[in-house]
């Protein structure tokens, strides 16, 4: 299983498109409350847009999208 840790938006960014185009399809983005409430914290901001600008929709509910998921 894959992994990263970053502190840092474009780290974020950068690490979601590498998985993206290495072809995985089940990417899960764990973060604390502090990161996802009230809004989304920078970091998760900068998964979540990666996501969506390759097309894929994402969640926060749990439940299964088509491609990846984003349990923010």
């Not at 072809?23 to 970091?43: K, N, S, W, Y």
């Not at 509910?61 to 349990?71: E, I, L, Q």
Request: charged fraction near 25%; charge should be positive.
């Amino acid at each position: 299983m894959a992994a990263t840790s970053a502190n840092s938006q474009p780290s974020m960014r950068s690490a979601t498109r590498t998985l993206m185009a290495e072809g995985h399809q089940r990417i899960v983005f764990i973060c604390p409350a502090a990161q996802r409430r009230p809004v989304l914290g920078p970091e998760a901001r900068a998964f979540t847009t990666e996501l969506e600008a390759k097309g894929v929709r994402w969640t926060r509910t749990g439940r299964k999208p088509r491609r990846a998921s984003a349990n923010c």
